[in-house]
């Protein structure tokens, strides 16, 4: 079985680096069921590929495997697919081949191991007869670009039809550490097949490769059950404590965030001039029903009610706590009859697909995506633009660029100490070409507050329409 991981940004040797591996030459290891060989088919400046080749010996298999008695006699355990797909197999020689580049560390580029690069992972054969559905679901949320090529079951018997394996390909900018961490986990999900004594350890080491990811994927049940085999002590132990880690408090992060706000944007006057901005461009395109994602307090939908154009105000937020006080302000329960009759609080999810957001001219997602990491805004992405399906999207996020400007943010750190990433104008914009490739829409920029020549706007705008 074969795996192999492209990097195509210069300096691209630099992933042998990231791996502990020099390119120039082969590495071998002994595994219990066999060797594993790690190389580089290609190593120059513009592109570098390496390879993990795992030579699983399957008479080994059998003779070293611990059973009940006359549980080996079958013929299915000589003649199998065990050394050709890619399976549990695979994730052991990933611990074992690329242990330090699989806990982040790198002696002599640490700081590129904290940053997503484009890679490219390739997996010869994958168990995914009937399961395509079920890649995209587990790699999707996570950020990947998945494509798939089903093979024949024999070439000279073309009505025979599809084997049960496809050649995968997953491309996405994303942390090395964390591509090798969703390939540990989700090869064996996928083949449902581990070589080895599910136990109260694997429990343990599923959360630990999980960690800052699977307790936010929209899947997480699914994997953690083929992840554990089925076996419902284990599961019910796993899925409790996910859970626990998906819940820390949203009314405590929505007040932390207002502060540091305040704290650090409130001179600039930044959000009465995102309010307005995102007005303005609300006017331009005619929207009459509103959707306000992330509402929290009620801000924007304040400005909105006060203009008799937006006949239709909804706003949609996580936090119990919040449209509390977005009521209060907005004065609910004094409004008068015909005001309220335009007006909309719903409390929900952004992760998951929801029937109450269809139907609406503009959604506004302001200071919203940069709460989430990869995984929920992969989630979010197709719950706004997938289903939701808007004619115009206003998304605004903070510019990394500007962040120097500030006098009292330190060098390097966010503007909110819960905000997962603050893009760049160009990590913005290419956010956006992928939404526009994925789902119809084009995009168009807008500043939000005074430009800076060379670092533009604090605040940076989408405009994505279809």
Same mark, same amino acid.
């Given at each position: ?77 000589? @003649? &199998? ?9 695979? +994730?052991? %020689? =990933?611990? !074992?081949?690329?242990? /330090? ?122 994997? @953690? &059950? ?9 599961? +019910?132990? %796993? =899925?409790? !404590?996910?859970?626990? /880690? ?137 719950? =706004? ?82």
């Amino acid at each position: 079985m074969l795996l192999t991981i492209t990097h195509r940004q210069t300096p691209a040797t630099d992933l042998g680096f990231l791996l502990h591996k020099n390119p120039s030459r082969v590495h071998t290891l002994d595994l219990s069921f066999g060797k594993a060989h790690v190389f580089y088919p290609e190593a120059s400046d513009g592109s570098c590929t390496v390879a993990l080749l795992l030579d699983v010996d399957p008479v080994g298999l059998v003779r070293n495997r611990r059973g009940a008695p006359g549980d080996s006699a079958g013929l299915d355990q000589y @003649v &199998n697919d065990r050394p050709y797909v890619c399976s549990s197999f695979m +994730s052991v %020689a =990933l611990a !074992r081949a690329f242990r /330090e580049a699989m806990a982040g560390k790198s002696k002599e580029r640490s700081e590129l191991a904290e940053t997503r690069l484009p890679l490219t992972a390739r997996l010869s054969v994958l168990p995914c007869k009937g399961q395509e559905d079920v890649l995209q679901r587990l790699f999707g949320p996570l950020g990947y670009r998945i494509q798939a090529t089903s093979h024949e079951l024999d070439s000279k018997f073309p009505e025979w039809g599809a084997s049960f394996y496809a050649t995968v390909e997953l491309q996405a900018e994303v942390r090395l550490q964390d591509l090798l961490t969703h390939l540990y986990v989700l090869i064996p999900v996928l083949d449902a097949g581990k070589h080895y004594w599910v136990g109260a350890d694997e429990l343990e080491k599923l959360l630990r490769r999980g960690e800052g990811w699977l307790a936010q994927h929209p899947e997480k049940e699914l994997i @953690v &059950n083929r992840y554990l085999r089925h076996k419902k002590n284990l599961t +019910s132990a %796993a =899925l409790e !404590r996910l859970v626990e /880690e998906e819940s820390p408090d949203p009314d405590a992060a929505e007040e932390t965030h207002a502060r540091e706000e305040l704290e650090i944007e409130g001179p600039l006057k930044l959000w009465q001039r995102r309010m307005a901005a995102v007005i303005a461009v609300l006017k331009e395109v005619g929207a009459v029903k509103v959707l306000d994602l992330g509402c929290g307090e009620g801000r924007l939908m304040r400005d909105l009610l006060e203009e008799r154009t937006f006949r239709h105000v909804t706003g949609l937020d996580v936090s119990s706590r919040s449209l509390e006080i977005a009521a209060r302000r907005l004065h609910l329960d004094t409004m008068a009859p015909a005001k309220r009759e335009r007006v909309q609080l719903l409390h929900g999810s952004l992760m998951y697909k929801d029937a109450r957001l269809a139907g609406f001219d503009a959604a506004c997602v302001v200071e919203v995506i940069e709460h989430f990491d990869p995984p929920r805004l992969a989630a979010f992405e197709r719950v =706004l633009f997938q289903h939701a399906k808007p004619a115009t999207v206003i998304v605004t996020t903070p510019n990394a660029d500007y962040n120097q400007k500030f006098p009292t943010l330190p060098a390097g750190e966010f503007r909110h100490k819960d905000h997962r990433f603050e893009w760049t104008r160009q990590e913005f914009q290419n956010w956006a070409a992928t939404i526009t490739a994925r789902f119809g829409y084009s995009a168009t920029f807008l500043p939000v507050g005074d430009e800076d020549a060379e670092l533009g706007a604090p605040t940076q705008m989408g405009v994505f329409r279809l």
